[in-house]
């Protein structure tokens, strides 16, 4: 069945460090890719998608690619803050598009000052 | 209301009793899904219903689950005589017609089985 890799954590950075999560999946045909943030005390929120390949989605000085050929959808930003300190989740809706999101295990971010 | 709601918040519980969680979607969002976080597992899947079709009950984990959902709003996630394991947050999720992709998730209850 279709499923996602992402790499464990922590992650642990200084304050204005570049940042790269790596995620991989595995699925039939085309899936949609997605990541999600879930900020301390907070509910999950989609972060940035791609729905198709080579599309970049973007948000919040965030961005990823949606790589067919590496079936990979690597989360990087240029320059971190401490509020960027969160566990990021990526995810996939599968080519049948039920809209059921599989998701990754999740990667703690810690952004010290 | 301006986004997804869940109640109770937490929810405590002793092990073999039933528990009722219940998920308010968005006004006009006609797909509603159920999802589990646990320390185990991640995030997973549970159930999904679209509009007026027969849901999706393919993350169910076992027969002591179930959900329905009322005049294509407002649902609830029944869990009988819990177990341990169950312990989890469990999240809802809703999404316009049509889109899929276009998830808002509520807050989630905090299920704790003692």
């Known amino acids: 069945g279709d499923s996602v890799t992402q790499m464990e954590g922590p992650v642990t950075l200084s304050e204005e460090a570049f940042l790269t999560i790596n995620c991989t999946y595995t699925?039939?045909?085309?899936?949609?890719l997605f990541w999600y943030v879930q900020y301390p005390g907070e509910g999950l929120q989609l972060l940035l998608k791609a729905t198709k390949a080579d599309d970049k989605g973007s948000n919040k000085g965030f961005e990823a690619t949606y790589r067919k050929e590496t079936t990979s959808f690597h989360l990087e930003k240029g320059s971190v803050q401490v509020s960027d300190s969160a566990v990021y989740f990526c995810?996939?809706?599968?080519?049948?598009?039920?809209?059921?999101?599989?998701f990754g295990q999740g990667t703690t971010l810690q952004v010290k000052p | 209301g301006a986004g997804v709601s869940q109640s109770p918040s937490n929810k405590v519980t002793e092990k073999g009793k039933d528990v009722e969680l219940r998920c308010d979607p968005i006004?006009?969002?006609?797909?509603l899904y159920w999802y589990r976080q646990s320390l185990g597992q991640g995030l997973e899947f549970l159930i999904y219903?679209?509009?007026?079709?027969?849901?999706?009950k393919s993350g169910l984990p076992s027969d002591r689950f179930s959900a329905e959902r009322t005049g294509g709003s407002v649902s609830t996630l029944t869990i009988q005589r819990t177990q341990q394991e169950d312990s989890a947050v469990y999240l809802c999720a809703s999404s316009p017609p049509n889109a899929p992709h276009e998830q808002f998730f509520g807050p989630g209850t905090r299920l704790t089985v003692l």
């Open positions: 006004s006009g969002h006609t797909a």
């Open positions: 219903f679209q509009g007026n079709s027969a849901p999706d």
């Open positions: 995810a996939l809706i599968g080519s049948s598009n039920t809209g059921k999101l599989i």
């Open positions: 699925a039939t045909g085309y899936p949609s």
